[in-house]
């Protein structure tokens, strides 16, 4: 069970844009100013009304169950005390072999963070990522229903979609799993972070998050968004994978009202089926982008990042 708690909102937790944060009680309150993203082809397009949450399931467990209160060993009883607690240690034993078995153990959390091309019109290039990088997860091995997903689009769901809702749906689904950690975020981006609804996450939010729900935990993280390379630094750590959709200066593309998906989401989507893993995956995804840059005569090169952790690609499933 995950020691650490749950997210709450205090004044000193997720520091908003402009330097505020959560004011105490449940909700984050909703930023007076709109975003203004500093993105090379977009700016001025409007706020979505209000972020929605999708939930894989009907709820959460906000934790495991408690370990049973052992009683005083009597002769009667000591021989099930002993029987049961060889059957805990042999099962605290085979657990780091379990997580090597696959991707059925682990925790993910897949967003889409906003509705809009980059010119403010309503558009499904982020919840088209959303939906298939789940696809492609679930077809992996992951369990569908360790998998949670969040939508920007208004109506979408049942919730909001900001960085408390995302770190308390980790923090749950951390306690009910034993293997890794996958988050994935398809979004704009500005030089602060990246924009969930009408927050911005930024690199030292999204730090806090994966060390109160999957410190210790192979973890892999991917933000596709403009200026996203600004999350290496923060994130990166001997267990974990971080790959980037561009340098922390750059902008990515793909993010017009005519685009399926944004050219990284893109990449990665298609070279998925020939990845035997997360590292090759982001090698792979990497030159596809580059490759699709030039071919459409847009630039700078957005020049996607990935940070390999010391220890990672050993603690990492291979695909096949």
């Known amino acids: ?28 309150a909703r930023p007076e100013d709109k975003l203004r993203e ?16 999708i ?20 002769a009667r009883g000591g021989e099930k005390f002993r029987s049961a607690l060889f059957v805990i240690l042999f099962a605290l034993l085979a657990q780091p072999v379990l997580a ?28 088209n990522a959303r939906r ?11 369990a569908r229903e360790n998998v949670m997903e969040f939508s920007a689009r208004p109506g979408a769901s049942n919730g909001p979609v900001n960085a408390q ?5 980790l923090w749950d689904l951390s306690n009910r799993t034993r293997g890794g950690c996958l988050l994935y975020f398809s979004s704009h981006g500005s030089p602060d972070g ?3 609804g009408d927050s911005i996450l930024q690199p030292n939010q999204l730090a806090r998050i994966l060390t109160n729900s999957c410190a210790g935990r192979p973890t892999v993280v991917v933000v596709s968004a403009c200026f996203s390379g600004i999350f290496e630094p923060a994130l990166a750590g001997a267990n974990r994978l971080i790959l980037t959709a561009a340098r922390g200066d750059r902008t990515s593309f793909g993010c017009g009202q005519t685009d399926r998906y944004p050219y990284f989401d893109e990449c990665l989507l298609s070279v998925w089926p020939r990845s035997d893993g ?35 690609e050993s603690e990492l499933p291979k695909w096949r």
Request: hydrophobic share 35%; net charge neutral.
């Open 38 to 53: 500093a993105e090379q082809t977009g700016g001025g397009r409007p706020r979505a009304a209000r972020a929605t949450s």
């Open 194 to 196: 990246v924009v969930l």
């Open 278 to 312: 997360f590292p090759t995956l982001g090698r792979e995804a990497q030159n596809c982008v580059a490759a699709r840059e030039k071919k459409e005569h847009v630039g700078p090169p957005s020049e996607p990042q990935m940070s390999i952790g010391a220890n990672i």
């Open 132 to 142: 298939d990088v789940t696809r492609d997860l679930i077809a992996l091995g992951f």
């Open 55 to 74: 939930s894989a399931s009907a709820g959460f467990n906000p934790g495991s169950a408690p370990p049973p209160r052992w009683g005083r060993k009597t």
């Open 1 to 28: 069970m995950n020691v650490m708690t749950r997210w709450h909102a205090n004044p000193h937790f997720l520091p908003q844009r402009g330097g505020g944060g959560l004011p105490p009680g449940p909700r984050e």
């Open 100 to 127: 090597q078995g696959g991707f059925s153990d682990w925790a993910a959390i897949v967003v889409a963070g906003d509705w809009h091309a980059h010119d403010g019109s309503p558009s499904e290039i982020f919840d």
């Open 165 to 169: 809702a995302i770190g308390n749906a």
